[in-house]
């Protein structure tokens, strides 16, 4: 049986020629429809005819939001490049394009090529990771994640940045929050850096490498770099799960540590998911706690605070079975919670959520509120607060060094 | 991978802990609220504070001290007395409008004469010094019985001379009124050069001296003493 195939290339004389040398032989192939611009691809590729596409490298509107719809369609890709140009069939293959030919490559080997992408095409399966090794590293993600309310998110992705940064790990700080981030405020960074909005265009477009990202990110010291957010929570949009997953992805060949603040939110607006191309917002949340290695869990050590966060325990558990949260509780303070506040919050997590082991951050609203005064970590700000100790602690466990003994002022 | 509460072996190790110091990409810094380093806003704006303060208080300080060293004398002195500079002792005066009227320590007015009598410790007017004395020195022995001991330069006396007539009677005459001794030698004691006699050197105007020399030639001399008047 002949494979349904689509065309969407830009050389119109080059494209007749193609075609014509595909009907003609025995390829294996019939193209079903020969498309003029990514619109028109992606709408034959939602009809579910065609099998694989060929397409040219310079095709406008090209990124990989079409990649993956094409990939949802169960079509399979097959770019064409001209020949010798190096930098395109680079981006292809940031792009997540496997089968790359030059034009000249001839039909037998382009349907030949055809027929394999056409083949493996699965939507299950990622796609294959491109073999250069500049794309992808041995870095470790964190992913700081919590209910709605403020438990304190922020605070504790920023400190275990500028801890593990202090304790010589070289750290990334992502600030993924797509109700809208306020990591720069609070590092008090005046420049406007184009941060993970820009970094996520620049992978959608193909164009992110590891030298790219490091140079969207600011240096707050030579260890400790930052991506800023979101400047205004409707740019949400930006921030698809595809880039965001390209994006830490170069963070693992960037640095040892990344550290990520993310959204609250895990569920998922049930009436739209049918549909894959309306973006979801929490979308990238959820692409991050699937990308992370470690997710923690931040919750505050209040009544609401422990309700809110057995509630999201069991919401992420539904959405992504795998991940084993490590639950961090939050000013953990007496008086709002009758007796032994510590053991009382864990026997809650126990009992209601089956966390077996909790951390537990005190509440310094003084420490903090000098650090947010300042634009400083609490590490600049307040290195010998309990707060700051406790998230030291914290922060070489997660980067998997060992804390030092006492405070250190400068890394 | 999906994530994981526990940090494996293999992930350990997988983490590379380099330093940024050979960074083959960096990042661009950040501009921040706050570079912390010792030299804080803070810490610049208070030292600067303190150095201003104490600047200006020096300087208060020294605008306060307005004064001007002037000369005064150290005990009275009578007019027509010429300054030497044991008389004279440096005091400081605030300035205010007329401070030229005394004496700045610039020049020393040893060696000038008084014209009019100043108290001891009073402050030397420009205007009761002249330059120039005139008048003749004249030595005016007396033996230390007929002079008050306590007599000193710048002092005022008078000099009686006694004479005694051919009847036997005695007459007195005041010879000099009120001069001012410029100078008292008093009977020194050396073994070979010593002297029954004070000398007190007063300076007399060219006409009045024939009449004092014939008198201490020919009469017995007392001197008194007058306090200020
Ligand atoms: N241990 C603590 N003690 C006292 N105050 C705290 C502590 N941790 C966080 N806070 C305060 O709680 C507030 C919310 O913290 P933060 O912004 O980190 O929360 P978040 O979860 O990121 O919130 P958002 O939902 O806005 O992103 C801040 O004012 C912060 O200073
Ligand atoms: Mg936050």
Not at chain 1, 233 to 249: Q, S, Y
């Amino acid at each position: 049986m002949s494979l349904p195939v689509l065309t969407a290339v830009t050389d119109a004389e080059w494209e007749s020629e193609l075609v014509a040398a595909l009907d003609s032989g025995d390829h294996g192939v019939t193209i079903v429809r020969r498309c003029v611009d990514v619109a028109d691809l992606l709408a034959a590729a939602s009809t579910g005819t065609a099998r694989a596409v060929v397409l040219s490298a310079d095709l406008r509107r090209l990124d990989r939001e079409v990649l993956s719809r094409l990939q949802a369609a169960r079509v399979g890709v097959v770019g064409l490049v001209e020949p010798g140009d190096v930098a395109a069939e680079h981006r292809l293959r940031q792009l997540g394009v496997r089968h790359v030919l030059p034009s000249d490559a001839g039909a037998a080997v382009v349907a030949e090529s055809l027929v394999r992408a056409g083949g493996v095409a699965d939507p299950d399966e990622p796609p294959d990771k491109p073999p250069e090794p500049e794309l992808s590293g041995p870095g470790r993600v964190v992913a700081v994640w919590g209910p709605t309310g403020a438990p304190g998110r922020t605070t504790v992705a920023v400190a275990v940045a500028d801890e593990a940064a202090r304790l010589g790990v070289p750290t990334l700080l992502i600030d993924a929050d797509v109700y809208g981030g306020v990591v720069a405020q609070v590092l008090g960074i005046l420049d406007e850096s184009p941060g993970v909005a820009a970094a996520a265009r620049a992978d959608n477009q193909g164009e992110l490498d590891v030298a790219a990202l490091a140079r969207l990110a600011r240096a707050v010291n030579p260890r400790f770099r930052v991506l800023t957010g979101l400047s205004r929570a409707d740019r949400w949009p930006e921030l698809r799960p595809d880039p965001v997953r390209g994006v830490l992805e170069r963070a693992r060949a960037l640095v040892a540590l990344t550290v990520v603040d993310c959204g609250f939110c895990v569920e998922e607006d049930e009436e739209l998911s049918f549909d894959t191309a309306v973006p979801r917002r929490n979308g990238a949340t959820l692409t991050v706690l699937e990308e992370a290695d470690i997710v923690v869990a931040v919750g505050a050590a209040d009544p609401v605070g422990i309700q809110r966060l057995v509630r999201a325990l069991s919401d992420l558990a539904d959405r992504l079975p795998g991940i084993q949260p490590r639950v961090v509780v939050n000013k953990l303070r007496a008086g709002v919670v009758p007796g032994d506040p510590a053991g009382e919050v864990a026997g809650a997590l126990r009992r209601f959520a089956a966390v077996q082991r909790i951390d537990t951050l005190p509440y310094d609203r003084a420490a903090l509120d000098r650090a947010l005064a300042g634009g400083l970590t609490l590490g600049e700000a307040v290195p010998s607060s309990p707060l700051r100790q406790a998230l030291t602690r914290l922060a070489a466990e997660l980067a998997g060094v060992p804390a030092e003994a006492g405070p250190r002022r400068r890394s | 991978m999906t994530g994981s509460g526990q940090v494996t072996e293999a992930q350990r190790s997988a983490v590379p802990t380099g330093t940024a110091a050979s960074d083959p990409r960096p990042s661009p810094l950040a501009v921040r609220l706050h570079r912390p380093s010792w030299l804080d806003l803070r810490l610049v704006i208070g030292l600067l504070l303190v150095l201003v303060s104490v600047l200006v208080g020096a300087r208060i300080v020294a605008a306060a001290d307005r004064t001007t060293p002037v000369w005064a004398v150290r005990s009275e002195l009578a007019a027509g007395t010429a300054l030497t500079r044991a008389d004279l002792v440096v005091v400081r005066m605030r300035v205010s409008a007329g401070a030229d009227r005394y004496l700045a320590t610039a020049r020393s007015p040893a060696g000038l004469t008084l014209t009019r009598d100043v108290g001891a410790g009073e402050l030397l007017p420009a205007a009761a010094l002249r330059a120039r004395s005139d008048g003749s020195l004249v030595s005016v022995p007396v033996s230390p019985q007929h002079v008050p001991p306590t007599v000193r330069a710048g002092q005022r006396i008078d000099v009686y001379a006694t004479t005694k007539e051919p009847g036997g009677t005695l007459r007195t005459e005041r010879v000099l009124a009120g001069v001012p001794v410029q100078e008292v030698r008093f009977p020194s004691r050396g073994a070979l050069s010593a002297t029954a006699e004070v000398a007190l050197v007063v300076r007399v105007p060219p006409e009045s001296a024939v009449a004092l020399v014939r008198a201490l030639r020919s009469a017995e001399i007392d001197v008194t003493a007058r306090s200020r008047p």
